[in-house]
């Protein structure tokens, strides 16, 4: 079995196409407008928590749909598949933050969990080497900043209309991407095997 450089591994993992995560956040995210819009806010706190929290689990199911593979199998794995890991279970952990700040004032929640668990969006950007990871963060983080500054009673249904609005254009930009990069994969994935 032949070793990857670092640089080889990289421009391995950045072939992919990284369209199951975006699209399962999307559909998630919008799905905790519908349930922002409705439901109490008891009920609407439960579903963002279950429905962010279940994120990872449902893209392992939309990958098979979308052609990816979503291993973390230590046999298979890119070293980049681990920093992607660590930059997820970073965003889980910043529930710490999230946590006493919702428990403070409900409808922060959204707000905080909005950004926080957009963060994973930095290392993604620079692993790929492409603008539309810093874009996905910081867009995230300005626009929810000010949808909370400006209608924090609203932060139910205005946050996750502002993240599923950002997704679209994340996920059309990666699309684009990787369309732009099927001549180079295939040229790349000889490369590779010789």
């Not at 706190?45 to 199998?73: C, D, H, N, W």
């Not at 539309?132 to 139910?156: D, Q, Y």
Request: hydrophobic share 55%; charged share 10%; glycine share 6%.
């Amino acid at each position: 079995m032949t070793t990857l450089t670092l640089e080889q591994y990289r421009t391995q993992f950045a072939q992919r196409r990284f369209l199951a995560m975006p699209l399962t956040g999307m559909l998630v995210w919008t799905a905790m407008a519908v349930t922002g819009a409705l439901l109490p806010p008891q009920q609407a706190i439960m579903a963002l928590f279950i429905g962010t929290g279940s994120i990872v689990y449902l893209a392992m199911a939309i990958a098979r749909l979308t052609g990816e593979k979503m291993s973390f199998k230590k046999s298979q794995k890119n070293p980049f598949d681990s920093l992607f890991l660590y930059g997820v279970v970073m965003a889980a952990l910043v529930y710490a933050i999230a946590i006493p700040y919702f428990l403070a004032d409900y409808r922060s929640l959204p707000f905080s969990i909005g950004i926080l668990t957009g963060l994973m969006w930095l290392p993604l950007g620079w692993i790929i080497q492409h603008w539309i990871g810093l874009f996905h963060t910081l867009a995230r983080t300005a626009c929810c900043t000010v949808a909370w500054i400006v209608a924090p009673e609203h932060s139910f249904v205005t946050m996750p209309l502002i993240i599923v609005a950002i997704y679209a254009i994340s996920i059309v930009t990666l699309e684009r991407r990787w369309r732009k990069l099927q001549p180079l994969n295939t040229l790349t994935a000889q490369a590779l095997a010789q």
